[in-house]
C-alpha cells in the first residue's frame, strides 16, 4: 500500500506532472502524471531520476548568524535590524533582493511585494534576468504586454516547427518528445533546426541550417523580406491589427534584401536558405520555438522581434498550430514575471513606469510607499554592490557566485558587501560561503505553492516530505522579516492559498481586460478548492474559468493603439570582437543529464554517469591547429580568466566556436567556472548578458601527470592542481591532474586515501620509471579507495573499477586486477553512460550492436531498454550504431 501526490517537475519550463508515491516505510518513487497535460505521462533523465535526489545530505537545517547556528527568532531579527539600520542610514535602494525562478509564486509574490511596496525600492531582481527578460522585452515591445500567445498543443497541430536557439532535445526533452511522436503521427510535419552546432535535435530535422554565431537575425529579417517579395502578405490581419511594418521592412532591406546577402551573413548555402524561404512561406502553420540560444546575447530582444515579425506579416499568430513560442528555462520564471519579479516590473504584469498602475497596486496593497522607478537589473544591481552603493543583499533560492557573467567580480561584490543573507535549501555553495546569514529554506517536496510554465499553464507544486530540521517556506521566511520591518497585517499570511488569492485578485483588481494577466476567476477559491487545483492556463477568468488556450485569436493586442508592432532590427554583431589572442567564439549552455549548478542532480548516481567532467567541445580542425587531443586537459582563456576542462574534439561544433557547459562550479571541480570568462555585456533592453560570444583561446593544459580516485568518502583533495568530482554507486569519483611530480608517491597517496586514518590496509604499484603509480585502501577485506597516476590522459577504464566496490569482499583476483589496471577474467566494462534510465553504457551498446547486427534505435530498445524511457538518448544511440556500421 501506497499514498500518492501529485504534484510538478522542479526543473526546467515544460512544467511536467509528477506522482510522489510514498510506501509504508517512508520510501519514495517518483513517477510520471499520464495526465498531466504538459507532459501525458512522459519524464525526461532528470525527472526520473528525482527520487535520488531526495537525501539530507549537505542540506541547510538551521538558521546560521556569522557561521554560528541560531534560534529563528534571533536570525529574523538579525534580518530585519541590519537591513532597518542601513536603509535608515543610506535609503531604501541600499538593499536589494535577487530572487529565482526556483520560487514559487507564492514566495515571489510576498518578496516582490516587500520590496516595491514596503520598503520602497525596485531592487529586486531575478536570475530569469539571465535567461528570459529579452524575451519579457521583446514581448512588450510587439504584443503591449509580456504574453506567450501559444500552447503545447500547437506543436501537436503545426505542419512546420521551427527550433531555433534551442537543443531542445537536451534542454526541454518532454517537448522533443512531443515534437517527435507528432512528427511521427504526421509524416508532411516538417522540422527546421538552426543552431550552429549539431545537436541531438537534429536528430529528427528534415533541415539543419549550420548557421553563424550570432546571426539569426539575419535569417529571420531575410525571411521577412521574402516573404514581402513573395506577396505572401495577410493583408487583412497585417492592416488591421498591426503597425510598423513599412520601417521594419525598410530595415530589413538595407542588410537582408536578397538570400545571396542573408547566406553570406549567415555562412550558410544559398539553397538551404532558399529550401527554408520557400518552406516557411507555403505552409500555413508555422511554429517558431526559440530558447536561450536566441536570448542570451547582447542584442537578444531583437533578436526575438525578428521572428515575431515574421509571425505578424503572415498572420500567423493566435490561431492553432502557430505562433512564436519561447521554452522557458525554470520551473517558475514564468509565475516570476507574472508577480513582478523583475526589477523593471510591478505586480501583475503591470508597468513600474505607468503611473496608473503604479496608484492602483500602492492602493490593492494599502502600502505605505511604491517603488517609483526602475530598478538595478542583475549585471547592474552585483556592479552596484562591488562600488559601495548595494550595502545589504538578500539572496534567495540562487547561485549567483557560479551564474552571473564575470562572477569573479560577483564574488569580489559579495565579499565587500556589508550585509549578505543566503535562503538556500543547502548549506555550501559557492554563494552561501559569503552570507552572513543563512535561512534554511523548504526545497522540491516540502514545498506548497504554484509554478506556471512555459505555456501558461498554473499547476500546484505540493508538499509529500515533512520539512527536515528547521526549513521553512520562503514565503514564511520573508513574511516574518516584514513583520518585524514593521508590517504585521500586510504581511500576516497563514498559508500559500492565501497568497495566491490576494495575488488573483490583484490580477483582476481595475483591469477590464486592459492587461493580459487575469486570473481573478481563481480569487474566491476555498482552501480546499486551492489544494485540489486543477492545471490550467491564464487568462482565468469569470468568463471563462477553465482558462485559455492560446492569446490574440481576436487579433486584440495590449499596445495603446490595441494593435501589434513591428519592429526594426538592425544588423547587430557580438559586442566582442575575435582577434589573434582570443580567436575562437565561446557558447555556454546546459547538457542533458544537469540542471542549474547541480545542488541536485549532482546528488544523482545516474544523471552522474553520461557526462561526468566539465568539457570543451571543438571541431577537429580547429584541435589540429593547436594540437589538441581527444579526452586531453585543456586551458580555454578570455580577457577576464582561465578554466581547465577536458577535450571533446566532435565534428558537431561548429568550426572556429567552442562549446562548455554551464554547470561546474567549485562544489564539483576547481578550475571550471565557465562564467569566470564571460563580460558582463547586457542587451539594453532586457539587461540579459551575452553568454554566447565571449572570444577565447584554447591550448592544451600541460601538467606532469593524470590520474583518478574512486572512494567512497568525500575527499579533501590535495597536491593537485585540477581535480572534477562526481557521484559513482556508493562513492565518489575523482578526475585529478598535477603541475608538480610529488617526491613520494607513496606518501602523496596516503595523504589522499588516508585521512584522519593510519591503521588501514594498502596495496601498491609503483613504476618510477614512467611514473606510474597504482595503490587501494583495504578496509575488512572491502575496497574503500583507490588511486591511479600516469604520465599522461590515457588511463585505464574506469567504469569495472566501479562494480568492485559493490562488492563486500576482495578476492585475490580482484586486489590483483587492481593494481594492475585490467578487469580480472571475463568481467566487462560497460564504458560510461549513455542512457541514465537505465545505466546503459557506451561499450556495451557497442558490442550489442555489433553482435546483433542492430541497425535502429529502436532494436537497441528491445534489447537493452536503453531510450525506451525518456528517449533523450535516442540520437546519441543512433550516433554509435552509425559509427558501428560504418567500421
Known amino acids: 500500500m501506497f499514498s500518492e501526490v501529485k504534484t510538478t517537475c522542479p526543473y526546467c519550463g515544460v512544467g511536467c506532472g509528477v506522482l510522489a508515491q510514498m510506501d509504508e516505510e517512508g520510501g519514495v518513487t517518483i513517477v510520471a502524471d499520464p495526465e498531466h497535460p504538459s507532459n501525458f505521462g512522459r519524464l525526461c533523465s532528470k525527472g526520473a531520476a528525482l527520487g535520488d535526489t531526495l537525501s539530507m545530505e549537505g542540506r541547510l537545517l538551521y538558521p546560521e548568524v556569522e557561521g554560528n547556528t541560531q534560534s529563528w527568532d534571533t536570525a529574523l531579527n538579525t534580518v530585519a535590524y541590519r537591513f532597518q539600520e542601513i536603509i535608515k542610514e543610506h535609503g531604501p535602494d541600499s538593499v536589494a533582493f535577487y530572487v529565482s525562478g ?61 527550433l531555433t536557439g534551442s537543443n531542445t532535445a537536451w534542454c526541454h526533452p518532454v517537448l522533443f518528445q512531443r515534437i517527435k511522436k507528432a512528427k511521427q503521427n504526421n509524416p508532411d510535419m516538417m522540422v527546421v533546426v538552426i543552431d550552429p552546432r549539431h545537436t541531438a535535435s537534429c536528430d529528427i530535422a528534415d533541415i539543419h541550417l549550420a548557421i553563424k554565431p550570432g546571426t539569426d537575425h539575419v535569417l529571420f529579417n531575410g525571411l521577412l523580406v521574402h516573404l514581402n517579395n513573395a506577396k505572401e ?55 517558431t520555438v526559440f ?72 492602493e490593492f496593497w494599502k502600502s505605505p510607499v511604491i517603488a517609483d522607478k526602475e530598478g538595478l537589473k542583475a549585471v547592474d544591481l552585483f556592479d552596484a554592490m562591488d562600488s559601495g552603493k548595494i ?12 551564474t552571473m557573467p564575470d562572477n569573479n567580480k560577483v564574488k569580489r561584490a559579495l565579499e565587500k558587501c556589508d550585509f549578505v543573507v543566503v535562503s538556500d535549501c543547502m548549506r555550501s555553495t559557492d554563494t552561501t560561503r559569503y552570507a552572513n546569514v543563512l535561512l534554511p529554506a523548504q526545497t522540491w517536496g516540502e514545498r506548497d505553492g504554484t509554478v506556471t510554465n512555459s505555456e501558461r499553464r498554473i499547476t500546484r507544486q505540493r508538499a509529500f516530505l515533512p520539512s527536515p530540521g528547521e526549513a521553512r517556506a520562503d514565503w514564511w521566511i520573508i513574511s516574518e522579516v516584514a513583520k518585524r520591518l514593521g508590517f504585521p497585517d500586510s504581511f500576516s499570511y497563514g498559508e500559500p492559498a492565501d497568497i495566491f488569492k490576494e495575488h488573483a485578485f490583484l490580477s483582476g483588481y481595475k483591469n477590464n481586460g486592459g492587461r493580459d494577466f487575469d486570473i481573478s476567476g481563481l480569487q474566491d477559491l476555498s482552501y480546499t478548492d486551492y489544494d485540489d487545483l486543477e492545471p490550467m492556463q491564464w487568462p482565468i477568468t469569470k468568463d471563462k474559468p477553465a482558462g485559455t488556450e492560446r492569446l490574440f485569436s481576436d487579433g486584440r493586442f495590449y499596445t495603446k493603439s490595441k494593435k501589434a508592432q513591428f519592429i526594426s532590427v538592425i544588423n547587430h554583431t557580438p559586442a566582442s570582437d575575435l582577434s589573434s589572442d582570443y580567436p575562437l567564439r565561446l557558447n555556454t549552455g546546459r547538457i542533458r543529464d544537469q540542471w542549474h549548478t547541480m545542488t541536485r542532480t549532482g546528488k544523482s548516481v545516474r544523471l552522474s554517469g553520461h557526462i561526468y567532467e566539465p568539457y570543451v567541445e571543438i571541431h577537429p580542425i580547429d584541435a589540429n591547429k593547436i594540437s589538441l587531443q581527444d579526452n586531453e586537459l585543456a586551458e580555454v582563456s578570455s580577457a577576464l580568466g582561465k578554466i581547465v576542462c577536458r577535450v571533446n574534439v566532435s565534428e558537431s561544433q561548429q568550426q572556429g566556436s567552442v562549446f562548455i557547459p554551464m554547470h561546474w562550479n567549485e562544489q564539483f571541480a576547481n578550475k571550471a567556472l565557465v562564467d569566470s570568462l ?72 596516503r595523504s589522499l586515501l588516508c ?112 531510450g525506451t524511457n525518456c528517449g533523450s538518448c535516442i540520437p546519441e544511440i543512433r550516433e554509435i550504431i552509425n559509427q558501428v556500421v560504418s567500421k
Open 233 to 287: 502578405k495577410n493583408e487583412l490581419f497585417v492592416e488591421n491589427y498591426t503597425e510598423g511594418l513599412n520601417e521594419t521592412l525598410q530595415m530589413a532591406e538595407s542588410y537582408a534584401s536578397t538570400t545571396e546577402e542573408v547566406a553570406n551573413l549567415c555562412n550558410l548555402e544559398l539553397e538551404a536558405i532558399e529550401k527554408f524561404y520557400r518552406l516557411f512561406a507555403r505552409t500555413e502553420r508555422v511554429v
Open 291 to 362: 530558447s536561450q540560444g536566441i536570448n542570451q546575447w547582447s542584442y537578444g530582444t531583437d533578436r526575438v522581434n525578428s521572428i515575431i515579425n515574421c509571425h505578424l506579416f503572415t498572420g500567423r499568430i493566435g490561431r492553432p498550430g502557430m505562433g512564436p513560442f519561447s521554452f522557458t528555462g525554470q520551473p517558475n520564471a514564468m509565475g516570476g514575471r507574472e508577480v513582478g519579479g523583475l526589477a523593471n516590473q510591478l505586480a501583475a504584469h503591470m508597468a513600474i513606469d505607468n503611473e496608473q498602475h503604479r496608484e492602483l497596486v500602492k
Open 391 to 402: 550595502k545589504a543583499v538578500w539572496i534567495m533560492a540562487s547561485n549567483p557566485a557560479v
Open 678 to 749: 564571460i563580460a558582463a555585456v547586457v542587451d539594453p533592453f532586457s539587461g540579459q548578458p551575452e553568454y554566447k560570444a565571449t572570444p577565447v583561446n584554447v591550448k592544451p593544459y600541460q601538467a606532469h601527470w593524470y590520474g583518478f580516485i574512486l572512494s567512497r568518502r568525500k575527499l579533501d583533495v590535495v597536491n593537485a592542481s585540477y581535480w572534477a568530482r562526481s557521484r559513482g554507486q556508493g562513492l565518489w569519483r575523482y578526475e585529478i591532474s598535477g603541475d608538480e611530480i610529488p617526491q613520494d608517491w607513496a606518501v602523496c597517496a
Open 755 to 866: 585521512q584522519h586514518a593510519d591503521d588501514v590496509e594498502w596495496a601498491e604499484y609503483h613504476d618510477s620509471a614512467v611514473n606510474r603509480y597504482r595503490a587501494a585502501r583495504i578496509e575488512n577485506g572491502r575496497l574503500e579507495s583507490c588511486i591511479f597516476i600516469g604520465p599522461d590522459f590515457l588511463l585505464p577504464e574506469r567504469d569495472w573499477l566501479l562494480n568492485l566496490f559493490k562488492d563486500d569482499k576482495l578476492d585475490d583476483k580482484d586486489r590483483i586486477s587492481v593494481l594492475s589496471g585490467k578487469p580480472a577474467g571475463a568481467q566487462k566494462d560497460a564504458g560510461r553512460a549513455v542512457c541514465a534510465c537505465f545505466n546503459v553504457g557506451i561499450n556495451t551498446l557497442k558490442e550489442t550492436i555489433a553482435a546483433q547486427g542492430l541497425t535502429t534505435p529502436e532494436q537497441v530498445g528491445e534489447l537493452l531498454k536503453a
Open 102 to 162: 526556483q520560487l514559487l509564486t507564492e514566495d515571489y509574490y510576498v518578496a516582490n511585494k516587500l520590496m516595491k511596496g514596503f520598503i520602497g525600492s525596485a531592487n529586486i531582481d531575478t536570475n530569469s534576468r539571465l535567461c528570459m527578460s529579452s524575451v519579457v522585452a521583446a514581448q512588450k515591445r510587439a504584443f503591449g504586454a509580456d504574453t506567450v500567445p501559444c500552447s503545447y498543443e500547437d506543436l501537436e497541430r503545426a505542419k512546420l516547427i521551427i
